[in-house]
């Protein structure tokens, strides 16, 4: 059988996202033949072209009073003129360019140039380290904001660098507005999918197409693509799976979604999908008899629409048969075009741009979380909580594997949280071994960081951890059952960034039961972490309860009533809810964003907390010396 395995648009466009490449390696022993495309990359190539530009052009409201369209259709010439070049430079292939982008005579700057408008031009980087090429990376990324607002405000409302038509699908009870959506007159975006979606199956002239979701902003794509497929090429098989259908279809009842999808798998893909081939391979066969083309599909975690019914098949038997893991296969990255990706840096903060800058292999080190037990976590799901470490030798396997493949040596290990003893082993293996590799990725701020892990670590090319500090009050934390405080917190993060690590904090505001006057007291403790150096980048997230969370489960313990809502249909995850403290959080979210935008910078540490907020809070309780007293 032929498969192709597709992102549909949009994701990030600095590196693959993975879940195909598992897929693949997964299906590489099969008999199948098995290709894999990155649908999101190719629409951004698309639009971001000399002929997507004069397409844009041409499409641009004329009506519209945006800054962000009046400047683009101003210099049109100019963005059609640039736009080839600054791709190619973003994709590394072109980096004496660096010269002329950070000159800041070779762009047209819009309305995103608008902070840089007091620096000297020639002579200001806001690196502030005179690197020219990180310079004008950050420059070639501020003029592609532009053009994006510009699509944005002037062609399609819906349209996002690394989402499209994202709140059609985020925690949606209905279908009805994707379905709307997909009658309506297409756009030049939705054209460009149409395009792509036909390219696509010219090419590859699949049997069946297995589709990954991970997000709400790549569903509408998705469905755009399977749309677009049906009608072409009606034989051909459609499966969905991914992280949001994992996290928001499980209780999927709308026939509708079946008139795009033929089946819609739940948790990893690998079985699943297998049942499904195997499922479509025997409808194929001429030589079954009756019985056999009959006899009841051995589905796995599968929706699919049975007599105008949304049919659910929980696992196939034998029930005991083990689960196969993500993380038992190499991913396998052929059939991408690894060279086309580019990199962008939205902020001139090294942590920060470590997201979308560069091209990190993403690899697992285990399946699910080894702490399980975070009260706003959705532990109810088997992404977290089926913990399941891969062993440390074959990890090295794998890595030289995937750097064959890819000849990339940074790798992003995309775990919900990586354990500490599969660190210590792992980086002991690539020591031995001189694998000389660099690396980073999610970790939880546990007692077992101590100055020999984080050294040891660092000397196996770890050059940077994410870490939830969330709502940064220790009363809040034991709420949450974070399974440490803030003393703990400041001892790790210390000791990494002594070893040369940085660190960035996930923060959360908003959450149940929390006073304005503990937000403020955790915004003053980042700001010690951030004056201290020990943390180098962070971000305010608004708290959102899920139904898969211990709190959902029990919103009593947290002080919050959930009120009775209709059964959806189609999407569910995040639920409204009712706090028994009244806090005004939309004004404290804006004051702690502009605060730390700051931080990022490096700038305003010094000033007073109140000032950040345009309502009156009070001052923090937090002793200033807190964390340098601690470490
Ligand atoms: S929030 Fe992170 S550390 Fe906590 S249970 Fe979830 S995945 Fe694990």
Known sequence: MRILLLTPPMVQVNAPYPATAHLAGFLKNTRHTVCQADAALMLALRLFSRSGILKLTKAMSRRSRSRSVRHFIRHAPEYAATMDPAIRFLQGHDPTLALRIASRRFLPEGPRFTPLARLPVNTASPFGDGSTHDLAVYLASLYL????????????????????????????????????????????????????????????????????????????????????????????????????????????????????????????????????????????????????????????????????????????????????????????????????????????????????????NKLALAHGCYWQKCAFCDTALDTINRYSPTSPNVLIERIETIIQQTGQTGFHFVDEAMPPALIRSLAELLIDRGLKITWWGNIRFDKAFTPDLAALAAQAGCVAVTGGLEAATDRLLSLLDKGFQLEQVTRVTHTLSEAGIMVHAYLMYG??????????????????LFDAGYIQSAYWHRFALTIHSPIYRNPRRFGIRIPRLPKPVFARNEVPFVDSIDCDHDALGRGLRKALYSYLHGAGLDLDLQAWFDIPVPPPTLHTDFVTRQA
């Open 145 to 360: 904001d532009d053009v994006t607002d510009a699509i944005r405000d002037g062609v399609d409302s819906r349209f996002e660098l690394a989402r499209y038509a994202e709140k059609l699908a985020a925690s949606a009870p209905s279908f009805d507005g994707i379905a709307s959506a997909l009658r309506r007159k297409p756009t030049l975006v939705d054209s460009m999918i149409d395009a792509i979606t036909e390219e696509l199956i010219r090419a590859h002239k699949p049997e069946l197409v297995g589709m990954t979701l991970p997000f709400p902003g790549n569903v509408y794509g998705a469905f755009r693509m399977a749309r677009y497929i049906k009608k072409q090429s009606p034989g051909t098989t459609v499966v969905m799976g991914g992280g949001y259908i994992n996290t928001e279809l499980r209780n999927l009842s709308e026939p509708r979604v079946f008139d795009y999808a033929d089946f819609i798998t739940l948790d990893d893909g690998e079985r699943p999908l297998l049942r499904i081939i195997e499922h479509v391979e025997n409808q194929k066969t001429p030589l079954l008899n009756f019985h056999q083309r009959h006899q009841a599909p051995q589905f796995e975690r599968t929706f699919f629409r049975n007599a105008n019914r949304v049919c659910y098949v929980p696992s196939a038997p034998p029930a005991s048969t083990p689960r196969l893991p993500l993380s038992n296969f190499t991913p396998l990255f052929s059939g991408l075009p690894l060279d086309r990706y580019f990199s962008m840096v939205e902020l001139p903060n090294p942590m920060h741009k470590i997201w979308s800058c560069g091209r990190w």
């Open 511 to 528: 959450c149940p039961s929390q006073t304005c006057q503990e937000t403020v007291d955790s915004l003053e403790y980042v700001r010690q």
